[in-house]
């Protein structure tokens, strides 16, 4: 069975202070794994699609990474907008098709 | 503009009683998908669509039901709600079965008393 897990559940960060969130995962066979951004009450919205280890992509002051075994979302210098839900899913499966195993996110607040 | 519609936003209902969530997209996506959010359990899918006519069980397909007749639209059908099914439901499209992103509607909040 796909396993997401993501970390720290919840990150109370200063404006300007860079972390990073880590979506670690296992699975068989992956065939892309996403990090979306969750405002409260909206629906998820795409950031990034990565598909095999040591693939980055970046966007504004997001930076996301992969590994075998894991994926982080780094944080550069946040502003208070970027506070919202982090969610991570993989979507794994050699063939036909697979559904998307989302990870329970990470709760971002960025304080100015 | 491209987007995922839902309808209603927000619904409160009774136990028992039939109603429809619908969703609808405009970037003739073949792929539509319906999940369920509820707090500490993340996103868990309900039904999915591959294409016109053809849908499938997600991780939690009980007690829902969906159709896809037109490419564009794909409805959630809730035959007897009960309290369990009180979520934050989304629905979401993609350009196929491959490792596409998804694209999210704006959510619809049930509750069921």
């Known amino acids: 069975e796909d396993q997401v897990t993501q970390s720290p559940e919840a990150l109370r960060l200063q404006e300007g202070e860079s972390s990073s969130l880590n979506c670690s995962y296992t699975?068989?066979?992956?065939?892309?794994l996403f990090w979306y951004r969750q405002d409260p009450g909206k629906g998820p919205e795409f950031l990034f699609t990565?598909?095999?280890a040591g693939e980055e992509k970046e966007k504004e002051r997001l930076k996301a990474t992969l590994t075998k075994k894991e994926s982080f979302l780094h944080i550069t210098a946040p502003k208070p907008e970027d506070s919202a839900t982090y969610l991570c899913a993989v979507q794994a499966g050699s063939s036909g098709y697979s559904t998307l195993t989302f990870g329970k996110g990470t709760m971002l607040l960025v304080s100015p | 503009e491209a987007q995922v519609t839902q309808n209603p936003r927000y619904l409160i209902t009774v136990t028992g009683k039939k109603l429809t969530v619908t969703c609808s997209q405009n970037m003739n996506h073949e792929y539509m998908s319906w999940y369920r959010q509820d707090p500490g359990l993340g996103l868990r899918q309900i039904y999915y669509s591959m294409n016109v006519e053809v849908t499938d069980k997600g991780d939690v397909p009980e007690g829902y039901k969906v159709s896809r007749k037109e490419k564009r639209n794909f409805p959630l059908i809730l035959e007897s709600p009960s309290p369990n099914q009180t979520s934050l439901y989304f629905c979401?499209?993609?350009?196929?079965?491959?490792?596409?992103?998804?694209?999210f509607g704006p959510g619809t909040r049930l509750t069921v008393t």
């Open positions: 699975v068989s066979g992956l065939r892309g």
């Open positions: 979401a499209s993609s350009l196929g079965r491959g490792a596409y992103e998804q694209y």
């Open positions: 990565l598909y095999s």
